[in-house]
């Protein structure tokens, strides 16, 4: 048993924050919460206390959509649309992941930056190359974060360099999900099923990474919708689709298993309602829409139709690892959709958008963005004393971290209440 006393913020509803300042968190040997209190019971009185003071402690962040292979690309290539940008820049970097050591390199950073930005659970996109994905979830093994790792499947309109048969993805995925429920630490490495996007998958390899997610139960990321010219592309080449999710959903890859499709930027009409139906989860990159010029999804609506909604820095479409960022970028793309609508599409809130960031996210891993009681302990301490020079309130002091800090405020992260250190850059 742990006992933390800090200011505590968190989001149980999407509605408000619940704020309890110099409270007591308790976290059992687990690593699950216990509860939060105001006043420690009296139970407790006689167990040690980890005190931060008047520091603040937070849900850790969960980035549910980023390519690990794009890292070095990050903040760079920003000069063309969706399908040139991939073409141009992220397929020939993706097709260096052929090399174990260059993976390793560039993965054991990504890793770390994962970790110093607070993000402690994240779906992550590998490439085709199994060696390669094997020693990304093994970088999230021993840093002790959480993690869903997709070797990606790609077998058509790729460089040759960047395609695999349905055969060896279907084989890499089973070699995956054998090697993790050995070594997984109860789940919190897992395999995640990963067409590319419709593009870049063939009837044949659709069918297989649907049926196998169904057999080995296994959740599915994807792309949907993202880019007009992608749309109409997939129009072409799946002419019997009603839409671009059906085209998903014809496979078993929409949301028959639990699903995460990246940005939904025109995602409307039957699309909707097929999302809806399915519980599928529209991952939101407001940084990469901006980015790659892509559009704005329809952030409100999603969520007044039910429809779970989760945020992801998509690097390196995103150009920044940092959750917080990209919750500026959630908001702020939320105010133009406002002004854009007439105030038809009411913007999202600071503590909507902490709540995609924590809670909302946070389901895709289990109990996970909150400190309700039986929640796994995901946890950042925010040393916050530099931008906090007057009196603001907690509320305020959080709003500030969002908007104006970083890493450097992130004084100690907590994953499955394992307080972690800094992971190894090789
Ligand atoms: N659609 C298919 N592949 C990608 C990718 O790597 N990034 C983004 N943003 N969209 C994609
Ligand atoms: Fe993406």
Same mark, same amino acid.
């Given at each position: 048993m742990k006992i933390y006393r800090a200011n505590l913020i968190d989001t %149980? +509803? #999407? !509605?408000a924050f619940r704020i309890i300042e110099h409270g007591y968190l308790v976290v059992d040997d687990q690593g699950r919460v216990v509860g939060v209190y105001d006043q420690l019971p009296a139970e407790y009185t006689n167990q040690p206390v980890t005190d931060y003071g008047d520091k603040l402690l937070i849900p850790a962040f969960n980035d549910l959509h980023l390519h690990a292979p794009q890292y070095r690309n990050s903040g760079i290539a920003m000069d063309l649309e969706l399908l040139p940008w991939l073409n141009t820049y992220t397929f020939p970097e993706e097709s260096k992941f052929s090399d174990t050591h260059y993976a390793q390199r560039v993965y054991s950073r990504f890793v770390h930056d994962l970790w110093k930005n607070g993000t402690m659970r994240s779906a992550v996109f590998a490439t085709i190359h199994p060696d390669a994905t094997r020693i990304l979830a093994d970088l999230f093994l021993k840093a002790g974060m959480g993690a869903m790792v997709g070797q990606v499947g790609m077998d058509r309109n790729g460089p040759e360099t960047l395609s695999n048969t349905t055969e060896e993805i279907v084989a890499g995925v089973r070699d995956l999900y054998a090697y993790l429920l050995k070594n997984g630490q109860d789940g919190l490495v897992r395999p995640i099923v990963t067409p590319r996007f419709v593009p870049s998958c063939t009837e044949g390899m659709m069918q297989a990474l649907g049926d196998l997610a169904k057999e080995l139960n296994l959740p599915v990321q994807s792309h949907l919708s993202e880019n007009r010219g992608e749309i109409t592309w997939v129009k072409e080449l799946e002419p019997q689709s009603t839409c671009y999710g059906d085209a998903y959903n014809h496979y078993g890859l929409f949301g028959q298993q639990p699903t995460l499709m990246a940005h939904c930027c025109y995602t409307d009409g039957e699309e909707m309602e097929l999302m809806k139906r399915n519980q599928v989860v529209v991952v939101h990159c407001p940084t990469s829409n901006c980015n790659l010029a892509s559009g704005m999804a329809p952030i409100r609506m999603f969520m007044n139709e039910g429809i779970p909604v989760a945020i992801g820095s998509d690097i390196s479409g995103g150009h920044d690892l940092s959750i917080p960022h990209v919750m500026q970028y959630v908001i702020q793309v939320s105010k133009l959709q406002y002004a854009r609508t007439q105030g038809q599409l009411q913007f999202l809130s600071l503590n909507e958008a902490f709540y995609l960031a924590t809670k909302a996210g946070g389901a895709f891993f289990g #109990?996970?963005?909150?400190? &309700? %009681?039986?929640? &796994?302990?995901d946890a950042l301490v925010i040393d916050d004393a530099d931008l906090n020079y !007057?009196?603001? +309130?907690l509320q305020q002091r959080l709003e500030r971290f969002v908007y104006?800090?970083? !890493?450097?405020?992130?004084k100690v992260r907590f994953c499955r209440g394992k307080e972690l250190c800094e992971p190894v850059v090789y």
């Open positions: %149980p +509803t #999407k !509605d #109990k996970v963005g909150s400190f &309700e %009681p039986g929640y &796994e302990f !007057d009196n603001y +309130t104006l800090g970083d !890493d450097r405020q992130i």
